[in-house]
């Protein structure tokens, strides 16, 4: 018997994320979810992720946190899903290279952007995004022409980097660019992703009838 996986999330985080991964691959698992500064603070949770976030993966004795770490490791746990190409191909270089572009370069833009905290001009030599512009630009050069980002097959890069297109485009974080749109709409279609978004859809109603009901 394999081992159980757990994902601790809420459904107003970046476990959606990870949901939407699990979805991908098939495989049995169960979601608990936590509260803000409550349950996520709680001393059994904190020994899973001190940092006290979700969402954080536990699988048997394997514990792994961060979105597109979490993508990465489900990938490479099921390999029999395809979501991993193959090792030492170019393809894999590929989805390396824009997985850890959108954990890095891409989410720290689109979250300094949201709170107003882009770097000035004479310090974006100090930052790893350098400037919003640009992040933009390496973005539609990746996705301008292509089905994916990584070979000719969906890959867990899809996951992460779609999740946060998709997200940045609702909010304005991200610029409405046709490429970016073109490939939000494409990922969106999957079924993992539509099945993922109605089960936390359905998650949060709950915590929103409780938030009221306790107000």
Avoid at 175 to 192: Q, T, V
Avoid at 201 to 207: C, G, I
């Amino acid at each position: 018997m394999s081992a159980e996986l757990i994902l601790y999330s809420n459904p107003m985080s970046r476990g959606r994320i990870a949901r939407w991964m699990l979805e991908e691959v098939g495989q049995r698992y169960r979601v608990e979810y936590l509260d803000y500064g409550i349950t996520m603070r709680s001393p059994d949770f904190l020994k899973l992720n001190p940092m006290g976030k979700v969402p954080t993966l536990r699988h048997g004795e394997a514990i792994v946190t961060e979105a597109a770490a979490i993508c990465a490791y489900l990938a490479a746990t099921f390999p029999e899903e395809g979501l991993e190409p193959e090792r030492g191909t170019p393809a894999y270089a590929t989805y390396l290279r824009w997985l850890f572009f959108a954990a890095g370069p891409v989410e720290t833009v689109v979250t300094a952007k949201a709170l107003g905290l882009l770097a000035p001009a004479d310090k974006r030599a100090t930052v790893g995004y350098g400037d919003y512009g640009s992040v933009m630009d390496a973005l539609e050069q990746a996705l301008a022409g292509k089905a994916f980002l990584a070979g000719d097959s969906f890959s867990a890069a899809d996951v992460y980097l779609g999740a946060h297109i998709g997200r940045g485009l609702q909010v304005g974080t991200i610029e409405s660019r046709p490429a970016f749109i073109a490939y939000r709409d494409m990922i969106e279609a999957r079924p993992a992703f539509q099945r993922a978004r109605a089960l936390d859809d359905e998650a949060m109603q709950r915590v929103r009838q409780q938030q009221q009901q306790q107000q």
